[in-house]
């Protein structure tokens, strides 16, 4: 399993610095492919990464001339464009496109929503699609990110709303929904950003314990400011021989509620539990009911209770910690041709037990543009998956 550590702790983190961090961790021909990638978004103007350094410590600096530049139309829409401009992959889309909704939504709650969602700054859009490209590039897709603890400062900034405090409020709202941790500084200075707080929310959702991992590479994005503390964002990447990882088991039995309601349960906890089931059981007085058993991310527990009881209503819940094991895998994209058509299709493939298996959504998009059954179409996309690997035409 690949783990990545995004090192927020030193001087928090921007758009600018994690995408440098970013590139940084895969060399110059990295470096040279996003440079390319980049001013395909852009068009006129200049962006380059340079070698720079911070307390001694040597990384990648984004330098450009896009500061202030808009481009119109809604962030969301933008993202989504630039995502097809450098071929980000499914994956990659909805990465950046949850991180330019946690812009949105942060603006709409504290400001009104008057600003950045309808006018969207071009460098907040190379930030994010850039950040996610790099991270591609790196094949990264499916790979376990944790964050450390995002430093702020105090104070005020001026900003297009006007003075501001520090850390911002669209900031603050964007950590507080992704679960993620914050370490206050006295300085006056903005070391967290919106832009850098929602690549990490989306990438990570407030995970902060990384189980135990070997590292491989090393990414260091610099800032422009010199401050009393070296100005960097690090990417740390590394793997494990497996995920050992803490997650919260939230259960109930319950005899009063219907199928329609179990059936919204599980609708409502989707993007937000790991594992929602439901098991038939005999209760007090030989009344058939159902165990519903949640496991949940220990950032998302305290949402996975609420909608529990607030959809079974229960009058209590059972909450025990445990340990899950995940075995290692990743996820990639293959192109697949069915009755004369290709098609994309993510597949998850694990090293031990040794399987390929694509993923469901995939399966039944084509199911529904061939008209044939998804059985069907889940055979015939495992053989030329397989197929493949056994010709050796993918790197394993």
């Known amino acids: 399993m690949k783990v990545v550590i995004i090192d927020c702790a030193t001087a928090g983190v921007s758009g600018d610095k994690i995408l440098a961090a970013a590139v940084h961790a895969?060399?110059?021909?990295?470096?040279?492919?996003?440079?390319?990638?980049?001013?395909?978004?852009?068009?006129?103007?200049?962006?380059?990464?340079?070698?720079?350094?911070?307390?001694?410590?040597?990384?990648?600096?984004?330098?450009?001339?896009?500061?202030?530049?808009?481009?119109?139309?809604d962030l969301v829409e933008a993202v989504k464009l630039a995502s097809l401009k450098v071929g980000l992959s499914v994956?990659?889309?909805?990465?950046?496109?949850?991180a330019a909704e946690l812009i949105i939504e942060a603006e709409r709650e504290v400001h009104g929503g008057s600003a950045l969602h309808e006018l969207g700054e071009i460098d907040t859009i190379v930030d994010i699609v850039g950040t996610i490209k790099a991270l591609e590039e790196l094949r990264l897709e499916g790979a376990e990110f944790f964050t450390t603890p995002l430093r702020g400062g105090v104070g005020h900034i001026r900003s297009g709303h006007g003075i501001l405090p520090i850390p911002a409020p669209a900031t603050l709202h964007i950590i507080q929904r992704g679960g993620m941790p914050i370490l206050l500084s006295p300085e006056n200075?903005?070391?967290?950003?919106?832009?850098?707080?929602?690549?990490?929310?989306?990438?990570?959702?407030?995970?902060?314990?990384?189980?135990?991992?070997?590292?491989?590479?090393?990414?260091?994005?610099?800032?422009?400011?010199?401050?009393?503390?070296?100005?960097?964002?690090?990417?740390?990447?590394?793997?494990?021989?497996?995920?050992?990882?803490?997650?919260?088991?939230?259960?109930?039995?319950?005899?009063?509620?219907?199928?329609?309601?179990?059936?919204?349960?599980?609708?409502?906890?989707?993007?937000?539990a790991e594992d929602v089931s439901f098991v038939p059981i005999f209760m007090k007085k030989s009344r058939p009911g159902f165990t519903v058993r949640v496991a949940a991310r220990p950032e998302l527990k305290d949402e996975v209770v609420k909608v529990v009881m607030e959809e079974t209503g229960t009058l209590g819940v059972k909450v025990f910690e445990c340990e899950r094991v995940k075995a290692s895998r990743e996820i990639f994209e293959e192109t697949v041709k069915i009755d004369g058509t290709e098609y994309k299709v993510r597949v998850k493939r694990s090293k031990t037990p040794s399987r390929l298996k694509p993923e469901f959504d995939d399966l039944k998009k084509i199911a529904l543009s061939e008209g044939r059954s998804l059985r069907e179409v889940m055979e015939e996309v495992i053989r030329q998956v397989e197929e493949k690997y056994q010709e050796g035409s993918r790197k394993k």
């Open 26 to 73: 895969g060399g110059r021909d990295l470096r040279i492919k996003m440079e390319g990638a980049i001013k395909s978004i852009i068009g006129d103007g200049v962006f380059s990464f340079e070698e720079a350094e911070a307390n001694g410590l040597r990384g990648l600096r984004a330098v450009h001339d896009i500061h202030g530049r808009k481009y119109n139309g």
């Open 189 to 272: 200075y903005e070391y967290t950003t919106p832009t850098g707080a929602a690549i990490v929310a989306a990438l990570t959702f407030g995970k902060v314990a990384p189980p135990a991992f070997r590292v491989n590479r090393i990414g260091l994005g610099v800032g422009t400011l010199k401050l009393n503390v070296p100005n960097i964002t690090r990417i740390i990447i590394g793997e494990g021989d497996g995920l050992l990882e803490k997650v919260w088991v939230v259960e109930t039995n319950v005899d009063d509620v219907s199928g329609e309601i179990l059936g919204w349960l599980w609708d409502r906890l989707k993007g937000v």
């Open 91 to 98: 994956w990659g889309l909805d990465i950046a496109t949850k």
